[in-house]
């Protein structure tokens, strides 16, 4: 059975000028239709983590559930929020990914539940090669263990707030994606990464 996907758009969005920049123009349509789509064939149910008005987003008909943790801790808390959804729809299992990262691998999903039956781990973080760290993390993008979202609540409670702080301990596998061609966890920080998320549109369209 394909795990349910929590797709993260909790963040401040502070380098964009605030606001919510899943909901900005990629390619004339709002860069998370472009997330929700590459993400859909992947997973079964889907929500959103975000957090003030769900209203806003009625447009993309997913559940939308907030962080249960105040202060916009980061990426955990939306973790924790769609842990403590997929609970009550009975899952074992989520998939996580970035709102803002929308040419993500079509393969993410096959291949995070392929390295945690062969690493027979809770937790999966994908990780591309880099040249001058050796790999490079992507640590909104992951499969998580539904039963440890009391361990993830009380880390966050303790001030927890770095993924690979709370990951670690776990024994988290690790998900090499070869790069061929533009790097597929290219996420738009800033008006400059949305130009050429752009142009990357472009190029992948041929």
Not at 52 to 70: E, I, K, T
Not at 119 to 138: K, N
Not at 149 to 160: C, E, M, P, S
């Amino acid at each position: 059975m394909k795990p349910p996907g929590v797709i993260l758009a909790g963040g401040q969005s502070s380098r964009m000028g605030g606001g919510d920049k899943a909901l900005l123009s990629l390619g004339g349509k709002p860069l998370l239709e472009h997330v929700i789509a590459r993400l859909r064939p992947q997973v079964g149910d889907m929500v959103l983590n975000a957090n003030g008005d769900p209203a806003r987003f009625a447009q993309f008909h997913l559940p939308v559930v907030a962080d249960s943790v105040g202060g916009f801790p980061g990426p955990l808390a939306g973790v924790l929020a769609g842990m403590d959804w997929a609970h009550e729809q009975g899952a074992d299992y989520i998939v996580t990914v970035a709102a803002d990262t929308p040419f993500f691998p079509e393969n993410l999903v096959m291949a995070l539940q392929m390295a945690r039956e062969g690493a027979q781990s809770p937790l999966v973080m994908a990780v591309t090669p880099d040249p001058e760290r050796g790999i490079a993390r992507h640590p909104t993008f992951g499969l998580w263990r539904v039963d440890l979202r009391d361990d993830l609540r009380a880390a966050l409670a303790n001030g927890v707030r770095k993924v690979v702080q709370w990951t670690k301990p776990h024994g988290c596998a690790e998900m090499v994606f070869e790069l061929e061609g533009p790097d597929p966890f290219f996420n738009i920080n800033t008006p400059q990464d949305m130009a050429r998320a752009e142009e990357m549109l472009k190029e992948i369209a041929g």
